[in-house]
């Protein structure tokens, strides 16, 4: 797991922490050996009613694969993770409890 900057707060809930070893397993298996990259979590400027600033929400990039691709691995995703709200957005993917 890499985060983008040094800005970036990541979560303590143990119940996100466990979404992001998920998604960590998932990135690794579809090509990206470092693993998840988090690009917000606690930190940042989110929409109203967010859960980022309570530590049970993060952003974990998915830029580098093709529209696709990050269809198939959001899909697969939203399968191991049913008990999250996981969104999909242009350039990342958003799981929350």
């Known amino acids: 797991m ?4 040094s800005k970036v707060v990541l979560p303590d809930h143990p119940i996100i922490r466990k979404a992001m070893k998920v998604a960590e397993k998932l ?4 090509g990206q050996p470092d693993g998840i ?5 606690k930190n940042g400027i ?4 967010s859960w980022h600033p309570y530590g ?8 580098y694969w ?17 008990q999250y709200d996981v ?3 242009s350039t990342h993917v958003l799981s929350l409890i």
Do not use: Q
């Open 2 to 5: 890499k985060v983008a900057s």
């Open 27 to 30: 990135w690794v298996e579809n």
């Open 56 to 63: 049970c929400a993060v952003d974990i990039r998915n830029k």
């Open 87 to 89: 969104v999909l957005h």
């Open 37 to 41: 990259t988090v690009t917000a979590g």
């Open 46 to 49: 989110h929409s109203a009613g």
């Open 66 to 82: 093709p529209e696709a691709k990050k269809k198939e691995v959001y899909n697969e995703l939203k399968r191991r993770l049913p």
